[in-house]
């Protein structure tokens, strides 16, 4: 069982930038699939941006492209995500969630979000 921890969520103005992390329990190897999801009020949830370690491939939602930079540290066991630029319509709870098989990065299924593992969420304010 695979936990996941995430940080670094905060309020911001328009242009500003933040970083999250998300800390997983266990190492999670190189198969495995990391993404990051954000769900706004009354909104579906979305596919924001994702990796799987072990190839080191990114891959990331059109609304967020050049914005966000989905990162990984191995030897914490970290995945990060940079934002910058942030908008308005950037506000929301943000998720990191974990899955065993990395071909769920690699054939785009992740933005499905069929993840095994989830985090509890850090919100994220940016004000206008």
């Known amino acids: 069982q695979v936990q996941l921890v995430e940080s670094g969520g905060g309020s911001v103005q328009a242009g500003g930038s933040l970083r999250l992390s998300c800390v997983a329990s266990e190492y999670t190897n190189s198969r495995y699939c990391m993404a990051w999801f954000r769900q706004a009020p009354g909104k579906e949830r979305e596919g924001v941006a994702a990796?799987?370690?072990?190839?080191?491939?990114?891959y990331y939602a059109d609304s967020v492209k050049g914005r966000f930079t989905i990162s990984q540290d191995n030897a914490k066991n970290t995945l990060y995500l940079q934002m910058d630029s942030l908008k308005p319509e950037d506000t929301a709870m943000y998720y990191c969630?974990?899955?065993?098989?990395?071909?769920?990065?690699?054939?785009?299924?992740?933005?499905?979000?069929?993840?095994?593992?989830w985090g509890q969420g850090t919100q994220v304010t940016v004000s206008s």
């Open positions: 990796l799987y370690f072990g190839g080191g491939t990114t």
């Open positions: 969630a974990a899955h065993p098989t990395w071909t769920t990065c690699a054939s785009g299924s992740w933005l499905l979000g069929n993840f095994n593992y």
